[in-house]
């Protein structure tokens, strides 16, 4: 199998620790261990054995996951190595060749990279800025046919932090019944709600939705590497099979952070904390955006630590973003990563002294391309 480069990932991988300002992550400023822990619970942490754990998750991680999701229990849980391994083993367990599978664009494109190298027939529908980055609903119709084996969103979506409406969300789920499709939803910025009120997930709507989730980005903890999926139990043991193949379990460090994070309690805080960091920060980007003499137009963002800006320049994004790199040491995601030419993603979950050095930097870049 021949895979397809997944040019955002290598991108970052590769000058995000090497430049002076990055503003190219898509969460916030990530939570310290003292934070998340207290000193007793510290204690018995350092006691963790550090041998093989559950290899599909803990009773104990399972059970508190479980409760996120209404309806939910045990069985349709899988804990994986961060969210990216339970899309990663979602697609390699149902797509085969051929198959016909609908795509959100934009869109964080790993599960399209995935489809199209296990060799399927991959069609794309768009969110339009003028829906407020909601679907065309007579596009999407069009696509879907008796054949399409799965539909797959991003709700909120990644880049432009929209949200579906609740028609659009009540059609896709009619047009997956219809074709009696998969529907996989990636939620992995669910509790990330510039306005408080949690994104209602998918899960439970229809009896072949399957969501991921981990602690990457709205809970500021991309470090534990903890993800799940929360699917029907004969496709939560299938992909588990599939799971053998790969990370085989998460750390048992992990695994015992993530249960301290996923205490209601200490959920409670830490999607509150990053609240206020997106509450305090976007008002700064968007004063920024604002003021840059009409080069950039952006939606403002419903939940994540992510801004979509369409930019008024004669330049590709992938040129822009690069030049920006190199001449002022800022990263930035071009729209191309998304298959959106002529936008940027701005990541604002960083300290707000940090972003407004970023800014003022890129602000400096452009001014030096206009020259």
Same mark, same amino acid.
Request: proline letters at 4%.
């Given at each position: 199998?021949? *895979?397809?480069?997944?040019?955002?990932?290598?991108?970052?991988?590769?000058?995000?620790?090497?430049?002076?300002?990055?503003?190219?992550?898509?969460?916030?400023?990530?939570?310290?261990?003292?934070?998340?822990?207290?000193?007793?619970?510290?204690?018995?942490? !350092?006691?963790?054995?550090?041998?093989?754990?559950?290899?599909? %998750?803990?009773?104990?991680?399972?059970?508190?996951?479980?409760?996120?999701?209404?309806? +939910?229990?045990?069985?349709?849980? &899988?804990?994986?190595?961060?969210?990216?391994?339970?899309?990663?083993?979602?697609?390699?367990?149902?797509?085969?060749?051929?198959?016909? +599978?609908?795509?959100?664009?934009?869109?964080?494109?790993?599960?399209?990279?995935?489809?199209?190298?296990?060799?399927?027939?991959?069609?794309?529908?768009? !969110?339009?800025?003028?829906?407020?980055?909601?679907?065309?609903?007579?596009?999407?119709?069009?696509? *879907?046919?008796?054949?399409?084996?799965?539909?797959?969103?991003?709700?909120?979506?990644?880049?432009?932090?929209?949200?579906?409406?609740?028609?659009?969300?009540?059609?896709?789920?009619?047009?997956?019944?219809?074709?009696? +499709?998969?529907?996989?939803?990636?939620? *992995?910025?669910?509790?990330?709600?510039?306005?408080?009120?949690?994104?209602?997930?998918?899960?439970?709507? @229809?009896?072949?939705?399957?969501?991921?989730?981990?602690?990457?980005?709205?809970? %500021?903890?991309? %470090?534990?590497?903890?993800?799940?999926?929360?699917?029907?139990?004969?496709?939560?043991?299938?992909?588990?099979?599939?799971?053998?193949?790969?990370?085989?379990?998460?750390?048992?460090?992990?695994?015992?952070?993530?249960?301290?994070? !996923?205490?209601?309690?200490?959920?409670?805080?830490? !999607?509150?904390?990053?609240?206020?960091?997106?509450?305090?920060?976007?008002?700064?980007?968007?004063?920024?955006?604002?003021?840059?003499?009409? *080069?950039?137009?952006?939606?403002?963002?419903?939940?994540? +630590?992510?801004?979509?800006?369409?930019?008024?320049?004669?330049?590709?994004?992938?040129?822009?973003?690069?030049?920006?790199?190199?001449?002022?040491?800022?990263? &930035?995601?071009?729209?191309?990563?998304?298959?959106?030419?002529?936008?940027?993603?701005?990541?604002?979950?960083?300290?707000?002294? @940090?972003?407004?050095?970023?800014?003022?930097?890129?602000?400096?870049?452009?001014?030096? &391309?206009?020259?």
């Amino acid at each position: 199998m021949r *895979i397809q480069d997944f040019k955002m990932e290598r991108f970052q991988s590769q000058w995000e620790n090497v430049v002076d300002y990055n503003l190219s992550e898509s969460g916030v400023d990530p939570l310290s261990f003292d934070e998340l822990v207290t000193q007793e619970e510290l204690s018995e942490i !350092l006691k963790t054995k550090l041998g093989y754990i559950q290899t599909n %998750g803990t009773p104990q991680l399972k059970e508190k996951i479980s409760k996120i999701y209404q309806g +939910a229990h045990e069985k349709n849980v &899988l804990v994986t190595t961060g969210s990216v391994e339970a899309n990663y083993l979602l697609i390699w367990s149902t797509i085969e060749p051929g198959d016909e +599978a609908v795509f959100m664009l934009p869109n964080y494109m790993q599960i399209a990279g995935l489809m199209r190298s296990f060799g399927a027939n991959v069609k794309t529908f768009h !969110l339009k800025e003028e829906l407020d980055w909601n679907p065309d609903l007579d596009e999407l119709s069009s696509l *879907i046919t008796k054949d399409t084996k799965i539909i797959s969103i991003t709700n909120p979506n990644n880049p432009t932090g929209g949200q579906l409406s609740e028609d659009a969300k009540q059609a896709i789920i009619s047009l997956a019944e219809k074709a009696d +499709a998969w529907l996989f939803v990636d939620e *992995i910025y669910q509790g990330a709600e510039l306005d408080e009120k949690i994104t209602p997930s998918f899960w439970g709507t @229809y009896k072949k939705a399957v969501v991921t989730c981990g602690l990457s980005k709205a809970y %500021g903890l991309p %470090g534990l590497r903890a993800g799940w999926l929360v699917a029907p139990e004969d496709l939560a043991a299938k992909v588990w099979a599939y799971k053998d193949y790969t990370s085989i379990c998460l750390s048992a460090v992990s695994d015992s952070l993530a249960q301290i994070a !996923l205490r209601p309690e200490n959920r409670k805080k830490i !999607l509150q904390r990053t609240r206020r960091i997106l509450k305090a920060n976007f008002p700064v980007l968007e004063s920024w955006l604002n003021s840059q003499d009409g *080069i950039f137009h952006c939606l403002p963002p419903k939940a994540g +630590a992510i801004a979509f800006a369409r930019y008024n320049l004669d330049i590709n994004s992938t040129e822009l973003v690069d030049r920006l790199r190199e001449k002022k040491s800022v990263l &930035l995601c071009p729209g191309d990563y998304f298959e959106m030419d002529g936008y940027v993603r701005f990541g604002y979950g960083e300290k707000i002294e @940090y972003m407004i050095k970023a800014l003022e930097l890129v602000r400096e870049g452009i001014e030096e &391309l206009k020259a």
